[in-house]
């Protein structure tokens, strides 16, 4: 019996010197800089975010938190490049409910799938969009909108952050329901400059980057996305205040940002990750910025976002589906 007890002893304390753990593999972390991917290019509501958020994660953990920008294809580059990473917690993926739910269902061969290659970290925030207009655009609510699109069908142009952003799909599904016809403008960077210009006419935009845009008169707010209208843009109306069923509950036109792992990131690592997020989403400095931007300060458990994610990809799947939107 003591054979075996000695035995056993020296299995066990070689297992654990070949086998290091999960644990063992994440004491320490973390020892040297993050990576955090966000598939927009800089200056955008998600990227405005990421590094709000990633400022104060960087002070929390004590190492920084680098924002690596990599737009393109509706999100899909910067996703495809996040699945791929080391799943040591040193690559985070910023993503929103289009770059996981709409651009996955969009792209006929995608190189990731959302459900099964990432894990959750956390919701940080629910953010409704504002469907804006260049400033010397014809019109100045939605039902000028429809009316000039009526009379003159596919003589409008739409900017959207590319094939299978949630702008693009977005627009796509209120024109079909509002009987128009707008030409899409896909862009790989900020459309703004070329909204505000006049080169295209509209654009739905993150309440992020819209308020600021609206409030000096760079662009017009004809709508918001969501059942319920921003106090820092009180005039403009929700798209449901023109039609009962275009935007229920935000489903369409409103979105969420999170942050996700590469699937097999240890849960300890996820477990401090989200330790630490849910804390700064409830800083109230971090609040008030937030709520400035129009946005909703959510900090969820990482299983309450993957439930969501999960949910929003099979919902996106039958919409995309619907109005027949697929890249090659």
Not at 10 to 38: D, E
Request: hydrophobic share 40%; proline share 8%.
């Amino acid at each position: 019996m003591q054979r075996r007890h000695l035995l056993s002893a020296a299995a066990a304390s070689a297992a654990s010197i070949t086998m290091p753990s999960a644990w063992a593999q994440s004491a320490g972390y973390p020892s040297r800089p993050i990576k955090m991917i966000v598939p927009f290019a800089a200056g955008i509501s998600p990227d405005v975010i990421a590094r709000l958020v990633g400022d104060k994660l960087s002070q929390a953990l004590g190492q920084p938190v680098v924002i690596d920008n990599r737009p393109g294809a509706g999100g899909m580059i910067g996703a495809e490049a996040a699945s791929t990473s080391a799943a040591d917690g040193y690559t985070l993926f910023f993503s929103v409910k289009a770059v996981h739910a709409i651009a996955p269902n969009v792209y006929q061969k995608p190189q990731f799938n959302p459900v099964r290659d990432f894990k959750a970290v956390s919701q940080l925030l629910l953010v409704p969009h504002v469907l804006t207009a260049s400033p010397n655009a014809p019109y100045n609510t939605m039902k000028e909108l429809v009316e000039y699109a009526k009379r003159n069908p596919g003589k409008i142009d739409y900017a959207s952050l590319g094939v299978g952003s949630q702008p693009h799909v977005a627009m796509e599904a209120w024109a079909q329901r509002l009987g128009i016809k707008l030409n899409h403008v896909p862009y790989k960077t900020n459309p703004s400059p070329d909204v505000m210009s006049g080169v295209v006419s509209l654009s739905i935009e993150a309440s992020t980057t819209a308020i600021p845009l609206i409030k000096s008169g760079k662009v017009k707010g004809l709508a918001i996305s969501g059942a319920e209208r921003i106090p820092s843009l009180p005039d403009v109306p929700t798209m449901t205040e023109f039609g009962s069923t275009l935007d229920v509950n935000g489903q369409i036109g409103s979105s969420w940002h999170g942050i996700f792992a590469p699937k097999g990131t240890p849960d300890d690592i996820v477990a401090k990750l989200n330790t630490e997020i849910v804390k700064i989403v409830k800083m109230p400095d971090i609040q008030s910025r937030m709520r400035d931007l129009g946005l909703t300060p959510t900090g969820t458990s990482a299983e309450a976002l993957s439930t969501v994610a999960a949910s929003d990809y099979a919902f996106w799947g039958k919409i995309v589906k619907e109005f027949d939107i697929k890249v090659e």
